[in-house]
């Protein structure tokens, strides 16, 4: 069992940055990977970035891909979400989620067996 917790979501003018936060707790695996998603309102969840804890390799959605970092921390077993230049359509709750065993990254939210309750992010203008 794994518990993901969001924190550092709130509300940003355009063209600001925000770090968000992923703090894991409970049984960890060696092939486990993270990923950031997002929803916005009346709209499916879609895929933000993705990075594996075991060998760090990275995958990002196209529309996030030069303004968004995502990090880890294997120490804190912590994952980040670097958000920089941010754009009206960034807005949206962004969850955290984990995956178990896999050995690579998916953009699939199926793929996913745990997932934190979401942090609000909101850029006005």
């Known amino acids: 069992q794994v518990q993901l917790v969001e924190s550092g979501g709130g509300l940003v003018q355009a063209g600001a940055s925000l770090r968000l936060s992923c703090a894991a707790s409970?049984?960890?695996?060696?092939?486990?990977?993270m990923a950031w998603f997002r929803q916005a309102p009346g709209k499916e969840r879609e895929f933000v970035a993705a990075i594996s804890w075991s060998d760090g390799k990275i995958l990002y959605a196209e529309s996030v891909k030069g303004r968004f970092t995502i990090s880890r921390d294997n120490g804190k077993n912590t994952v980040y979400l670097q958000m920089n230049s941010l754009k009206n359509e960034d807005t949206a709750v962004y969850y955290c989620a984990a995956d178990r065993d896999s050995v690579v990254l998916w953009r699939t939210a199926r793929e996913y067996d745990y997932w934190g309750q979401g942090t609000q992010v909101t850029v006005s203008s």
């Open positions: 409970g049984r960890t695996f060696s092939r486990n990977s």
